[in-house]
Each structure stands twice: as C-alpha cells, then as structure tokens.
C-alpha cells in the first residue's frame, strides 16, 4: 500500500462499527449481549418508563407522519391475520401429532 496515498475520511458510523467489531472480538457474544442489558439496564434505571413512552409516541409520529394514520390500520390486519394463521398451523400440528 502506497503510504503516500490520501486517507479516506470515515464516518462516525464506519468508527462506531470497527469499534463494536473490535469490541465483539475481545469480550465474545456473551460478554457483548451483556454489555447490551447493562446498558439497557442504566438507562431504565436513569431516565424511567417514561423516556420509552416518549421515543415510542415520537416514532409512532414519525411513521405517521411518514406513511399516514391509515398505515396502522393496515399493519394491524396484517399482524391479526399472521397470528390467526400461525395458531391454525399450531392447531394442525397438535392434531397430527396426536394431541
């Protein structure tokens, strides 16, 4: 490689993604996934119930805004009719297996 060759700039995202490879590397999944929960764990702890309503009622607004009201109505249907079908197939399995 050429040292002379211009650097290319990185984002604060490609940092942030070498940074959590590295990391990954050094503690293993586990070690990263509790990592997670500690996190999680401190902002709970920190900001309470209420700052999840508020990023939920902020990211509700903002797919509404996006996609409009209607967008939830069709979701909905969407989701109730996957969950009718996976029972059904639960339903058939039992049968088949006897139960």
């Known amino acids: 490689m050429d040292s002379n060759a ?3 700039e ?7 993604r070498m940074g959590g490879k590295k990391r990954l590397e ?5 070690g990263f996934a509790a990592l997670g929960k500690k996190g999680g764990t401190t902002t ?11 990023a939920g009622r902020a990211a509700g607004n903002a ?3 996006k996609y409009g009201p209607e967008y939830f109505s069709e979701i909905g249907k969407k989701g ?6 996976m029972i059904a197939r ?3 399995q ?4 006897g139960g």
């Open 6 to 8: 211009p650097k290319k």
């Open 10 to 16: 990185l984002t604060v995202r490609e940092i942030g």
């Open 26 to 30: 050094a503690i293993g999944p586990e």
């Open 44 to 54: 709970r702890e920190r900001y309470g119930r209420e700052h999840y309503v508020a």
């Open 63 to 65: 797919v509404k805004e």
């Open 80 to 85: 109730g009719s996957r969950v009718r079908e």
């Open 90 to 92: 639960a339903k058939e």
């Open 94 to 97: 039992e049968a088949a297996d």
